[in-house]
């Protein structure tokens, strides 16, 4: 993970990757935190819980579905 981006950025790009690629319900906080090298300090500042950092997750996944549709429809 690049670490010259922001600590949220990076919690919220792994946090991103590990749900796609485990579902939400399979990865914690603590594996969010070890894999972006953000403590969990940090994470909970940007996100107060785990279901703040899903819902923000499901916005921007709901963001890039729409946005992509948006530019296939329009060819």
């Known amino acids: 993970m690049n670490k010259d ?3 949220k950025d990076r919690v ?3 946090a ?3 749900f796609y690629q485990n579902g939400y319900r399979a990865i914690g906080v603590d594996a969010i935190a070890a894999e ?3 403590g969990k300090m940090t994470l909970y500042r ?3 819980s785990k279901d703040d950092l899903i819902v923000a997750y ?3 996944s709901d ?3 729409w946005q992509n549709f948006e530019e296939i429809t329009r060819q």
């Open 58 to 60: 499901l916005q921007d």
């Open 46 to 48: 940007h996100y107060p």
């Open 5 to 7: 981006i922001a600590p």
């Open 36 to 38: 972006s090298g953000i």
């Open 12 to 14: 919220f790009q792994t």
């Open 63 to 65: 963001r890039v579905f």
């Open 16 to 18: 991103s990757r590990l």
